[in-house]
């Protein structure tokens, strides 16, 4: 088992900025690829940035792409997502998820374990 709390979430204006951390315990955290997610009212949940075990690898979808960086520290078992230039459009519940592989995935079906979420708002 793998247990993921996020923190760092709340309100911020256009164009501002956010640093989402998640701390993982239970198992060895370099053993698991990472993803972050984000749901809105209404809408399902989208995929946010992966990383990989080591950090080297990435990936983002269009619309975070150049805004969100997803990086992890090993030493201390906590990813992180820092968000740029942010919209409201990002207003959502970002939770982070767990995979076990070492290999990235943007598929929500490809994660193990997820926490329990906190949210971003994004006020124009």
């Known amino acids: 088992q793998v247990q993921l709390v996020e923190s760092g979430g709340g309100l911020v204006q256009a164009g501002g900025s956010l640093r989402l951390s998640c701390a993982a315990s239970g198992r060895t955290f370099s053993n698991y690829a990472m993803g972050w997610f984000r749901q809105a009212p209404g809408k399902e949940r989208e995929f946010v940035a992966a990383i990989n075990w080591s950090g080297r690898n990435t990936y983002y979808p269009d619309s975070v792409k150049g805004r969100f960086t997803i990086s992890r520290d090993n030493a201390k078992n906590t990813v992180y997502l820092q968000m740029n230039s942010l919209k409201p459009e990002d207003t959502a519940v970002y939770y982070c998820?767990?995979?076990?592989?070492?290999?990235?995935?943007?598929?929500?079906?490809?994660?193990?374990?997820w926490g329990q979420g906190t949210q971003v708002t994004v006020s124009s």
């Open positions: 998820a767990a995979r076990s592989s070492s290999n990235i995935s943007a598929g929500q079906s490809g994660y193990d374990y």
